[in-house]
């Protein structure tokens, strides 16, 4: 099992910039794909960002290549997501996932979930 807590989301204005953190409890966390997942109101999860087990890969949705860098910290266990140019569209709870072996990156193909970080993005 592995146990997976976000943090860092709050309020930005439009432009900004918001760094979230996911801390993961388990012995073998550098054995899963990370990745971060949103959901706005009314809309569907969808996926922001991956990360391989090695951290030598990474995956973005269209909608943030660009402007989110997602990074990984095996020692500490520790995966984050660096969002820059923030916009309105970008508000939503923020989910940390992890995937034993993802063939896609789907929010059903994840294993594990944190409970999620709100973002919201003012103009």
């Known amino acids: 099992q592995v146990q997976l807590v976000e943090s860092g989301g709050g309020l930005v204005q439009a432009g900004g910039s918001l760094t979230l953190s996911c801390a993961a409890s388990g012995r073998t966390f550098s054995n899963y794909d990370m990745g971060w997942f949103r959901q706005a109101p009314g809309k569907e999860r969808e996926f922001a960002g991956g990360?391989?087990?090695?951290?030598?890969?990474?995956y973005y949705a269209d909608s943030v290549k660009g402007r989110f860098t997602i990074s990984r910290d095996n020692a500490k266990n520790a995966v984050s997501l660096q969002m820059n140019s923030l916009k309105p569209e970008d508000t939503a709870v923020y989910y940390c996932?992890?995937?034993?072996?993802?063939?896609?990156?789907?929010?059903?193909?994840?294993?594990?979930w944190g409970k999620g970080t709100l973002v919201t993005v003012s103009s």
């Open positions: 996932a992890a995937a034993w072996f993802g063939r896609r990156w789907t929010a059903s193909a994840m294993d594990y």
């Open positions: 990360i391989s087990r090695s951290g030598g890969s990474t």
